[in-house]
Nanobody, 119 residues
Framework: QVQLVNSGGGLVQPGGSLRLSCAASGSIFSIYVMGWYRQAPGKQRELVATIASGGTTNYGDSVKGRFTISRDNSKNTVYLQMNSLKPEDTAVYYC?????????????WGQGVQVTISS
């Protein structure tokens, strides 16, 4: 079994910054893509950013130039540095990982963290 534990959410004023972390643990042989998605009230879950094991990144259009995704493969951890935050960034942020264990390959989600941008 694989667990993803998110941390780092909170309340920030517009223009501020936050850093999210997500650590994977359990029966892990290798992690392919790790990423962040978000879901605002009344909206569908959307891509924020992904990063492959080799470092290739992909960002949603609304966060390009403001957010940076990174990962530490030695710690099975993915980070999301969020700068120049806007009220429309308010959402629950979920981390995701495509994990290869000794017996299976699966897609796992963290529990989600609330990010609120408000003055």
């Amino acid at each position: 079994q694989v667990q993803l534990v998110n941390s780092g959410g909170g309340l920030v004023q517009p223009g501020g910054s936050l850093r999210l972390s997500c650590a994977a643990s359990g029966s892990i042989f290798s992690i392919y893509v790790m990423g962040w998605y978000r879901q605002a009230p009344g909206k569908q879950r959307e891509l924020v950013a992904t990063i492959a094991s080799g470092g290739t990144t992909n960002y949603g259009d609304s966060v390009k130039g403001r957010f940076t995704i990174s990962r530490d493969n030695s710690k099975n951890t993915v980070y999301l540095q969020m700068n120049s935050l806007k009220p429309e960034d308010t959402a629950v942020y979920y981390c995701n990982a495509e994990v290869l264990s000794l017996t299976t390959r699966g897609d796992y989600w963290g529990q989600g963290v609330q990010v609120t941008i408000s003055s």
